[in-house]
């Protein structure tokens, strides 16, 4: 499915210090039941939002006004562990998230952050402890991602680190442009392959 | 210079590598089940792609079935829903389809190797995390995205950066109630839950020589409640003899043609490692897990940790205990349960209910205790009705129900109530993984069935001497 390309993005950001987070808690499973892709914001970290009577939790950042709007999110180490349910990166890209910080991912959610249009951004421990500084501090601290230069920067002070992602990854999210394409263009090629598997 | 499994297997499978990119990895064997596939089906369809190879799919409807009365209606209309949408297509594509009530039907990971579709030296991938179990088998399998299985369905291949490598040995002999799972979950406490991210697991050593393909898919399974991208055993003469005369399996003279690549899957000495951890058997307990992420576990006899005697955040570490209402120190041995589960990808085979019933055999389940004991598939369930094993369950105040993935995931009606705990045979103890506001306790089918009976945790080698 087709997303907004990524190039250079500045924004204020929600704050997730807690570690381990799962895929169950950015999207619990029985919300898993739908056969199309809409809406998967809506129970975007439903029972962390909501309390069990459907009231929102006040104190969790992702319903702070002061953050509402932010396209980044920085999160705890080993963010989206566990289940491979891509529904978890739809619903960070649904609830308008294009960037997830944090100094460790779980392989399988970050391969479906890019495959969706969200830029997992690996940063030093020590770099995620100054940005989430930072966030308490001022909650209207803003942070530069860029892309092209691989880079990312704390805008107040001017504090950066550089992050790694492959060139064929990159090119897509800049381009907005997906694995299919690039597969089905050496269709012949994987064909010919195929005929040499012996089961 | 020397091979790893994991090196012969990935790189016979690499059709091309991209320039500072993944490598165009092909797959040989692709389940889909209807939870991860439909939106997959779509985007093709938008695309004007089709399946270019249906007989290298296989679909089963394992996660949202109801696991009573499957021969009705399915009443959620979602989950009716979105089997239907598997169903309608696997048939449009001309892909294999068992749905509910099909005899071959069962949880994906289970119904693949019983069927003989799961074989040595094949890449394997499902919109499942747990899709490691098949690595039981010596071949590379793991989950991927829903995008990933549109790429599958449309090209045959993904687009995957090659992990690096583990290796770990567990040495000697377990003992006496120690299973599988133990080995697991001991592995996983030492790893964390993240310890091996960025890595494919070879497990080695006598244990997992030692071991059945049962309890080899079972330590398999669990590779990524670690971080790791799969996990996977050489294959060897246990191997060959529980696939062999499979449905799937290669006959005559493809089956020696097969054997005869089969025969090269190890790792030769002296092959290089990223890195490699050791452990003795010995020193694995029964183990139990008291947090909320599958790296938290213990020997069921221990306290659980403090906070400053681990390393890591403490907030963390004090909001999963604050979520399980447990304690710094206390012990879990006589914890009042509410729910036991035996079932799932990864405790849902006959071995599982043999060593359960091993347990309850002549004994009654406690009547705080809530039991739901869920086969793999409809063929674990033959087994268990043609080793009298149903007898032993019903007699000891069990109900065997019907196959599907149940009470692991709670996508179904069989969801643990809020603030109730239970010691589950499963994969995940994740805030809410079993209904929200549920508390899970992870262990083996030997420690579920000893608390089952006895109504509190339980240390299961006290009821086997």
Request: charged share 20%; hydrophobic share 40%.
């Amino acid at each position: 499915m087709a997303y907004d390309k990524f190039g250079v993005l500045t924004s204020t950001a929600y704050p997730l210090p807690t570690e381990n987070v799962d895929t169950d808690q950015i999207i619990p499973a029985r919300f898993l039941k739908a056969t199309e892709r809409v809406d998967f914001d809506v129970n975007f970290f439903r029972d962390w939002r909501y309390n069990q009577d459907g009231t929102p939790k006040v104190d969790f950042p992702l319903n702070k006004e002061i953050y509402a709007g932010s396209k980044i999110l920085v999160g705890g180490r080993n963010f989206g562990s566990g289940s491979s349910r891509e529904h978890a990166a739809w619903s960070v890209y649904d609830f308008g998230l294009r960037c997830v910080i944090s100094s460790a991912f779980a392989d399988i959610f970050k391969n479906n952050c890019l495959n969706v249009g969200v830029l997992p951004v690996q940063v030093s421990a020590a770099f995620a402890d100054t940005l989430f500084a930072a966030i308490m501090a001022d909650p209207k601290t803003e942070i530069n991602v860029d892309l092209p230069n691989q880079k990312v920067t704390l805008v107040a002070t001017g504090q950066s680190e550089s992050f790694v992602i492959n060139t064929y990854k990159k090119d897509n999210m800049l381009n907005g442009f997906d694995d299919i394409d690039y597969l089905k263009n050496i269709e012949g090629e994987i064909t010919e392959f195929a005929k040499t598997r012996p089961f | 210079m020397a091979n790893t499994l994991f090196d012969k297997v990935w790189d016979s499978h690499v059709v091309r590598q991209v320039k500072d990119g993944p490598d165009v990895f092909f797959i040989d064997r692709h389940f889909i089940h209807e939870v991860t596939s439909p939106v997959a089906f779509l985007g093709l369809e938008s695309r004007g792609n089709s399946v270019v190879y249906p007989g290298r799919t296989f679909a089963t409807a394992d996660h949202n079935t109801p696991t009573i009365n499957q021969h009705l209606p399915v009443a959620d209309p979602l989950s009716a829903n979105q089997l239907d949408a598997l169903e309608n297509n696997a048939a449009k594509h001309g892909i294999s389809h068992w749905g509910l009530g099909d005899e071959n039907n069962g949880i994906v990971h289970v119904v693949g190797p019983e069927n003989g579709i799961t074989l040595p030296g094949a890449t394997i991938v499902c919109g499942d995390s747990h899709t490691s179990t098949h690595g039981a088998f010596g071949a590379i399998a793991f989950g991927i995205g829903t995008s990933e299985v549109e790429m599958v369905l449309s090209t045959q291949c993904i687009m995957q950066p090659k992990p690096m490598k583990m290796r770990i040995n567990v040495n000697g002999k377990l003992g006496l109630g120690v299973t599988p799972k133990d080995v697991a979950l001991y592995i996983i406490a030492k790893q964390t839950t993240s310890g091996a991210t960025g890595y494919f697991v070879e497990y080695a050593g006598d244990v997992f020589e030692d071991m059945s393909m049962e309890g080899r898919m079972t330590v398999c399974n669990l590779s990524i409640e670690m971080g790791a991208r799969g996990g996977m055993i050489a294959p060897d003469a246990k191997t060959y003899d529980y696939i062999k005369g499979r449905a799937q399996t290669p006959k005559g003279a493809d089956w020696d043609k097969a054997m005869k690549y089969w025969e090269t899957l190890y790792t030769e000495e002296g092959a290089a490692f990223d890195v490699e951890h050791t452990y003795e058997a010995s020193d694995i307990e029964p183990m139990i897990t008291y947090g909320t992420n599958p790296g938290m576990g213990m020997g069921v006899t221990n306290s659980i940790p403090t906070a400053e005697s681990l390393e890591g955040g403490v907030e963390t570490y004090r909001k999963s205990l604050g979520y399980m209402s447990f304690n710094e120190g206390d012990s879990m041995i006589g914890k009042e349960i509410d729910f036991v589960f035996l079932g799932s990808c990864t405790n849902g085979r006959i071995e599982d209910f043999r060593g359960f019933c091993s347990i309850v055999e002549g004994r009654q389940k406690a009547d705080n205790v809530t039991a739901w004991l869920v086969p793999g598939s409809h063929k674990v369930v033959d087994q268990i009705k043609e080793e009298g094993l149903d007898k032993i369950i019903t007699d000891a105040g069990f109900v065997l129900r019907e196959p599907g993935c149940s009470a692991c995931l709670a996508m179904n009606d069989d969801k643990i109530p809020s603030g109730k705990l239970s010691v589950s045979t499963s994969n995940r103890n994740f805030e809410g993984r079993q209904g929200p506001g549920s508390r899970t306790l992870l262990a083996s089918p030997l420690v579920a069935a000893a608390s089952a009976v006895q109504g509190v945790v339980t240390d299961p080698r006290t009821l086997l001497v």
